[in-house]
């Protein structure tokens, strides 16, 4: 069955760097965009962009431009999102979509704490 | 930016009863409308897209309308596995955005 299966919890911080992983299963990896959503403590869902699965290239919404690097291992189906010069405001969980058109699957999510 | 209003932001109901959530778009945004639902310890899952198409496996007591700027999710005879998060989400042009949620609680 097609899962996608976010690494663990992180507790990071201010100044550090994460890199979360989204491992998919269960179809062709590159027959899709991975997707990376964002949802702040209490908040709603941010979109941050996407990577294309095929060639690589990634795309950035304006807010998250700078200090977010959206990467793949394709040869291991896993998308990942590396955050440097983490931020407190960067305490969230983050979520990784596959999207033709739409978000039908979606990873678990990963928390990740930014806190001194 | 298409901005996603979303209401009401909390709604208390019980089973068996019948809700409708509401989500404006501040430009038209055709059809290309998808609703999801968030449980904890679960991953989103999508319902309805292009505005009123059930997703596969989404049950029948769901159902959502609208087109334009106006979209409303409906839900029949309220289950007990229904009380969830409910987001709106445009995919109608990049950015994508989403509606704030609306958390729906069992009165």
């Known amino acids: 069955q097609i899962q996608l299966v976010q690494s663990g919890p992180e507790l990071k911080k201010p100044g550090e760097s994460v890199k979360i992983s989204c491992k998919a299963s269960g179809y062709t990896f590159t027959d899709y965009a991975m997707h990376w959503v964002k949802q702040a403590p209490g908040k709603g869902l941010k979109w941050m962009g996407w990577i294309n699965t095929y060639t690589g290239k990634p795309t950035y919404a304006d807010d998250f431009k700078g200090r977010f690097v959206f990467s793949l291992e394709a040869s291991a189906s896993t998308a990942n999102l590396q955050i440097s010069n983490l931020k407190n405001e960067d305490t969230a969980t983050y979520f990784c979509?596959?999207?033709?058109?739409?978000?039908?699957?979606w990873g678990q999510g990963v928390m990740v704490t930014v806190s001194s | 930016d298409v901005q996603m209003t979303q209401s009401p932001s909390y709604l208390a109901a019980s089973p068996g009863e019948s809700v409708s959530i509401s989500c404006k778009a501040s430009k038209s945004i055709s059809n290309n409308l998808a609703w999801y639902q968030e449980k904890p310890g679960k991953a989103n899952k999508l319902l309805i897209h292009?505005?009123?198409t059930l997703q596969s496996g989404t049950p029948s007591r769901f159902s959502g309308s609208g087109s334009g700027t106006d979209f409303t999710l409906t839900i029949r005879s309220l289950e007990f596995e229904d009380f969830a998060v409910y987001y709106c989400?445009?995919?109608?042009?990049?950015?994508?955005?989403f509606g704030s949620g609306t958390k729906l609680e069992i009165k």
């Open positions: 292009s505005g009123s």
């Open positions: 989400q445009q995919y109608n042009e990049y950015p994508l955005t």
């Open positions: 979509a596959r999207r033709y058109i739409l978000f039908d699957y």
